[in-house]
């Protein structure tokens, strides 16, 4: 089992950064692939970013990648996305979620369905 807290969602305005992180409860943490989706009001929920369990592979949304980075820390059971040049569109609640450890490809990193654990959320909005 494994508890997410997503923080440092907040209100800035287009072109600010922004790094958000998800601590993980759980001393096997290193073990579990991480994503970050969002949802924006109105709008399904979409795959931001994973990463995998040693950190060595990294996945974007195509329309994301360069501006957004995901990395973690498993010494710290955290996972960061680290946010820059944001934009009005970029608003929305960003969860961080965790796969349990089993094998996966690259395309399945995106898909909600594939992540066990959820956290509750944090709210990015940017102003124009």
């Known amino acids: 089992q494994v508890q997410l807290v997503e923080s440092g969602g907040g209100l800035v305005q287009a072109g600010d950064s922004l790094r958000l992180s998800c601590a993980a409860s759980?001393?096997?943490?290193?073990?579990?692939?991480m994503g970050w989706f969002r949802q924006a009001p109105g709008k399904e929920r979409e795959f931001v970013a994973a990463i995998s369990w040693s950190g060595s592979s990294t996945y974007y949304a195509g329309s994301l990648k360069g501006r957004f980075t995901i990395s973690r820390d498993n010494a710290k059971n955290t996972v960061y996305l680290q946010m820059n040049s944001l934009k009005p569109e970029d608003t929305a609640v960003y969860y961080c979620a965790a796969r349990d450890p089993s094998p996966i490809t690259a395309q399945a990193m995106g898909v909600m369905s594939n992540y066990d654990y959820w956290g509750q959320g944090t709210q990015v909005t940017v102003s124009s």
């Open positions: 759980g001393r096997t943490f290193s073990r579990y692939a």
